[in-house]
């Protein structure tokens, strides 16, 4: 054995204690590193030279953490090209989103701020279910529709924080709206489904997919090291490239590369890293250049021969090392990346890694290795090829001098071209992608700059050559420089790799064209077969080659040329028989999905037909629980379509009702599911029976929905179910014998439910809102219970107060036979306004009906209205801006009495129009504290709104019917105090004794009902509403009409007594009117009148006038009233539109301030230069008995 030169090791370990002791990265590791998304411009993607392989299974986990309250996005995966979701997790402060094949899967769970989760998702197509994983705990299981992909998409986009889309220059870009504002850590994918236990026993493994490695992605934003992400793991596997070079001149160059990989890692690695296994490729001389100062000089006294000497090789290794004790992965990565880049010295030999091919990642075990492949000849002799063919894959990388209109299609025609010339090779499954990365990372750009591109194919050769030949010629091909005019294409480096695939095996298929057996097929052949009618035509099925996987599988048969020996119309001419039962329930089957897939829908003959024959399957035998699954699945798929059910309506529900009893299944109960419809079979015990309760969630009618079976009675609706049934045990009367059978049946559609007397004026106008549900027993009426049957249902739509609903049932034979809801029997008891529950006294089909003339006005109106109380709210608030600087700015205008009084209402009004506007906003944030300050505060500013409204009518009752002899102290001071105190006082007491009265009702209604809906935060107990709000108000506005009538009568009054002022008296009226209805509210008084026939012209006008409210504020005592405007010319104006400060105006206030009246009022309400009988403005002086400046103390 040779032994290590002392030296050379000493050499050795003196350099890995200077390495270690280092912060070499390892590599471009990211373990120990997170990614910030902090709400600046962050886009993290999959290189596009990082393919993801179509996968039938697949595992993907993350750490996230959310440092901010708001609507987020985990990661998102596309098809190539697609807009929909292939794979993707993102939520929102209580609900989780993951989405699979486009289909969303809301899932009701917290993520807290500033914490880290381990959010894990599985998926499996042949199980046909959909896993998700928080922290290691299983907390959703979904089933996956089976018209949904098996596989996911290959060679897609994937981007970490945001959703993305790809522009017609085919570059990712991220889309906005819903961004994570937070942290992502340890992203990985899997190709298999885990376990749970598998998941947090493998919890430190890289993926074999996507790992969380710098070199699989594209950013713009760097990793930050986070001392918290920490995973202690003992199993690593090793990829590298290795150099050797002689340092002398060998009299042998056989050099085994397996043993002196084994002893170089032996030597240098500690005591706690083991070499569990090592495979080497073939050396090569066809070597990367390694850049390594410490290399060339151990080798460099020797004297300096090029790589290309006899005896220098390179060779690809893959190695497994175990640690013990386990240590975390970013400082096991970085402490074997240092002594990796070490030089080696033995014997005649010096060895060294290439650092750029190093890479080292945690897996889960330790498999069976094999021999890694190289971009070299591997010697492989004729004899090792399969079939008549060889086929290899190519990843190359092209550099293009001038990039054309349409560079993919030169590289294209360049690629066949080059390789096809000599029709030995064919090209197949090219995928082109543009390395956007290398733009990104110049400093300049110009229009004629280089660009690069990853291009991968298949060649498949044909000439049975040698496979050292074949790359050979691979390569020299397609590394020879192409030119055509101006455009230069070169390849800066070809991987080639020879691939194996395997044979499609015979196959047998029953189709509407007949059956064909199709017998074994290279990969890459169109195996082809005699139509069964007509004789001389072909069928074609080709083997395909997966550029995904390397791997074959069979195409979908080409039958073009063959006529379709089975139509649905023929169906009556097929006999059903025990033993060919599941044979002609393929048929229609596939008929079915032919015939929807060509018009959508299925004439009433057809649908007819397949009707028919499926009452020959349930009524020939006993239905096998396989067969019952794909009747399911029929009658789900014409549901789902256009087709018009309603004459087969009964017929379906009573095929499905015979299907249950007859179906033959093992063990106690047996469940099938499809998208909208749901049946569970329970053999029940008759001695033991205590009662049975059946519930169903449903996310979305093209989802399968989920099942809930309890063996008992439950009286309560169950958490999280659209639909609950419990049928109580007085209903063991009705058994027959021993073992008795209950059915249930969901519907999540309601095509099979058409009465014509719905939404009919005439018949009480009710249409459906719930999903249908039913229960029956084998072979028995179930009528008259004295123990009720409990039915609870999710309205489909929300419940209003003045909203009606029914629990009905569904009558079989009424309108003569075609069925119909029937409310006999059934009483109906509303739990919420999105839930119901039916006390009935038989079994059968139940569900909720809405009465239609008392729904709430249209979705439109409603649209309508919103907009225009924020467009209302939006205007008042600016002129009520106005308003306030109008006269906060002008001392002049805030002298007296009824100008503080209109301030403190404008205040009042600005802060319920900005907090109305605001409310949304602040409640899309979904805290608890805030929407409760924000309804609070809300609820405050409506209030002190209607009292500065009351105190104004109060005044003009002071200041026009008590006119003499009234003083009263802190005048204004007592008016604040009210106006401003009142309302904290109630808003005060209503947090004092329940505190969660506030609150957001369209976010509770939108998780009990998985429907979205406006958020809004304002008062949610009618208790606090209606004495709170709605007495306050109305007792305001009693109040406010009558001093608005009391005022009316003593201006006309005043009017009469002086016939000098009644000229112009219609306008002036006018403005009185106007004037006064603005200032003491009365528009509000219209919603207490939207009832009937014009509720909806009442709320139009209700919205209007009320939301601008506060321009008419403006309006009639600014921009109407001469003394403001006089004040706006001179303290605004310029030129010859400027007032002088000592104008007519202002001298002639400034006298009549001084004047001392024995009245209260010289009031200027309705503004007029004409009538001395104003009604708005309070004098200054009062009665002879008050203080001069009595106003100042307020």
Not at 738 to 745: A, E, G, H, K
Not at 966 to 993: E, H, M, Q, T
């Amino acid at each position: 054995m040779d032994y290590l030169s002392p030296l050379t090791v000493c050499l050795c370990m003196q350099l890995s204690v200077c390495l270690l002791g280092s912060t070499a990265s390892a590599g471009g590791s990211l373990w120990g590193k997170k990614v910030r998304f902090s709400g600046r411009p962050c886009m993290w993607q999959l290189q596009p030279g990082a393919v993801v392989p179509a996968l039938q299974e697949l595992s993907a986990c993350l750490l996230l953490r959310r440092n901010i309250a708001t609507e987020w996005t985990g990661f998102v995966y596309k098809a190539p090209g697609g807009q929909r979701i292939e794979l993707g997790l993102g939520g929102t402060s209580s609900q989780l989103t993951v989405w699979l094949f486009g289909e969303r899967q809301p899932l009701e769970w917290e993520l807290k701020v500033n914490e880290w989760y381990s959010v894990c998702l599985t998926w499996s197509a042949s199980a046909r279910r959909l896993r998700t994983y928080i922290n290691g705990t299983s907390v959703s299981e979904a089933p996956v529709n089976r018209i949904l992909p098996h596989q996911l998409a290959g060679n897609g986009t994937l981007t970490l924080g945001a959703s993305h889309y790809v522009n017609n220059e085919g570059d990712v870009l991220a889309e906005t709206g819903n961004n994570l504002l937070g942290e992502i850590g340890l992203f990985r994918i899997w190709s298999r489904e885990w376990s749970a236990a598998e998941l947090r026993r493998q919890s430190c493994a890289d993926g074999d997919v996507v790992s969380w490695d710098l070199r699989q992605w594209k950013y713009s934003c760097p990793p930050v090291p986070d001392k918290s992400i920490h995973c202690a793991w003992s199993h690593y596997k090793i990829k590298m490239t290795t150099v050797i070079v002689h340092s002398t001149e060998p009299g042998n160059c056989v050099v085994p590369p397996e043993g002196v990989t084994r002893r170089w890692l032996e030597s240098i690695f500690p005591q706690s890293i083991s070499v569990h296994d090592i495979a080497v490729s073939s050396p090569s001389q066809s070597c990367p250049v390694v850049n390594n100062s410490a290399a060339l000089h151990v080798r460099q006294p020797q004297g300096s021969r090029a790589l290309s000497d006899a005896c220098d090789k390179c060779f690809s290794c893959e190695v497994h090392v175990n640690v013990d004790p386990a240590a975390n992965v970013e400082v096991i990565q970085a402490d074997i990346t240092a002594l990796l880049s070490l030089p080696f010295s033995h014997n005649f030999l010096n060895l060294t890694a290439d650092p750029e091919s190093i890479s080292i990642h945690p897996v889960e075990s330790f498999h069976l290795m094999t021999k890694p492949s190289t971009t070299v000849s591997t010697g492989v002799t004729p004899s090792e090829t399969v079939g008549p063919d060889k086929f290899f894959r190519v990843n190359t990388t092209l550099q293009m001098s001038v990039s054309p209109t349409n560079p993919k299609d030169m590289i294209t025609k360049w690629v066949k071209e080059t390789l096809e010339v000599n029709d030995t090779m064919l090209v197949l499954n090219l995928i082109i992608k543009e390395n956007s990365m290398v733009q990104h990372n110049r400093l300049t750009t110009s229009s004629d700059q280089q660009k690069q591109y990853y291009c991968t194919f298949h060649v498949q050769e044909y000439n049975m050559n040698c496979v050292a030949e074949i790359i050979t010629s691979i390569r020299t091909a397609l590394t020879s420089k192409y030119e055509n005019g101006s455009v230069v294409i070169e390849a800066l480096d070809v991987a080639i790799k020879q691939i194996l695939p395997k044979n499609c095996l015979e196959e047998t298929t029953s189709t509407v064209y007949g059956p064909y057996i199709w017998p074994e097929a290279f990969p890459q052949v169109n195996q082809e077969m005699g139509c069964q009618k007509p004789k001389s035509e072909k069928a074609y099925r080709l083997c395909k080659l997966n550029i995904e996987t390397d791997m074959t599988t069979w195409a979908e048969p080409d039958m073009t040329n063959c006529k379709q020996l089975v139509t649905i119309s023929g169906l009556d001419n097929v006999t059903v028989t025990a033993g060919n039962a599941a044979e002609v329930v393929d048929i229609i089957q596939e008929l079915v999905n032919v015939q929807l897939g060509n018009t959508s829908e299925l004439s009433s003959s057809e649908l007819g037909s397949v009707v028919e024959k499926l009452k020959e399957v349930v009524d020939v035998s006993d239905v096998k629980a396989a067969v019952g699954a794909d009747i399911v699945t029929i009658i789900a798929d014409i549901l789902l379509s256009k087709t018009d059910v309603t004459p087969v309506a009964n017929t379906v529900l009573n095929l499905t009702d015979r299907m249950g009893n007859r179906m033959d299944f093992q063990g106690e109960s047996a469940s099938l599911t499809a998208p909208c419809l749901a049946l569970s079979m329970i053999n029940v015990d008759a001695d033991g029976f205590r009662g049975l309760t059946f519930g169903v969630s449903s996310v979305s009618p093209l989802l399968a929905p989920k099942i809930f079976l309890n063996q008992s009675f439950v009286s309560d609706p169950l958490p999280d179910k659209d639909v609950t049934i419990s049928l109580p045990s007085a209903i063991h009367d009705f058994f027959t014998r021993n073992s008795t059978r209950v059915q249930f049946q969901f519907y999540g559609t309601d095509d099979l439910f058409q009465d014509p007397n719905t939404n009919s004026a005439t018949q009480g106008g009710w249409t459906l809102n719930s999903y249908i549900v039913s229960a029956s027993i084998n072979n028995c009426h179930v009528s008259n219970l004295k123990e009720r049957v409990v039915v609870t249902l999710n309205h489909q739509k929300l419940k209003q107060p003045e909203d009606e609903v029914k629990c009905m049932f569904w009558d079989f034979g009424k309108n003569r036979g075609q069925g119909g809801w029937n409310s006999e029997g059934c009483e109906t008891w509303s739990i919420s306004s999105h839930q119901t529950s039916c006390l009935c006294d038989h079994l059968t089909h139940f569900a909720v009906l809405l009465g239609v003339s008392r729904a709430p006005i249209s979705e439109a109106d409603s649209q309508i209205l919103t907009v225009i109380s924020f467009l209302g709210c939006g205007v008042s608030s600016i002129f009520l801006g106005i308003t306030l600087l109008t006269y906060l700015a002008f001392e002049k205008l805030r002298r007296d009495y009824p100008s503080k009084i209109l301030i403190n209402l404008s205040a009042a009004l600005l802060g319920l129009n900005m907090f109305f506007l605001l409310d949304s906003w602040l409640s899309s944030f979904s805290i608890y504290g805030l929407c409760i300050a924000t309804a609070a505060t809300l609820h405050y500013f409506l209030l002190a709104s209607f009292t500065w409204m009351g105190l104004e009518a109060v005044h003009m009752y002071l200041a026009l019917i008590k006119v003499f002899n009234i003083y009263v102290p802190s005048y204004i001071l007592k008016f604040c105090i009210v106006g401003w105190g009142l309302p904290l006082v109630i808003v005060s007491l209503v947090l004092a004794i329940d505190k969660d009265a506030y609150g957001n009702a369209a976010a509770k209604e939108a998780a009990s009902t998985l429907q979205s809906a406006d958020q809004f935060c304002w008062l949610q107990d009618d208790v606090f509403f209606y004495v709170t709000v709605v007495a306050f108000v109305l007792l305001i506005l009693l109040c406010n009409i009558s001093v608005f009538v009391v005022v009316l009568i003593q201006i006309r009054q005043m009017r009469a007594n002086k016939p000098s002022a009644n000229s112009g008296s219609s306008l002036y009226d006018l403005r009185t009117v106007a004037s006064l209805t603005v200032l003491l509210g009365l528009t509000w008084s219209l919603g207490f009148f939207s009832f009937g026939p014009g509720r909806v012209v009442l709320m139009y006008l209700f919205t209007i006038f009320n939301t601008v409210q506060g321009f008419f504020v403006f309006l009639f005592h600014c921009l109407m009233k001469e003394n403001v405007r006089k004040q706006w010319r001179i303290h605004l104006c310029c030129g010859r539109f400027r007032l002088s400060d000592n104008s007519g105006w202002s001298r002639s206030v400034t006298v009549g301030g001084r004047c001392k009246k024995n009245h209260l009022i010289n009031s200027e309400y309705v503004t007029s230069d004409n009538t001395s009988s104003t009604i708005r403005k309070v004098s200054d002086s009062s009665a002879s008995s008050a203080p001069n400046n009595h106003h100042q103390g307020a």
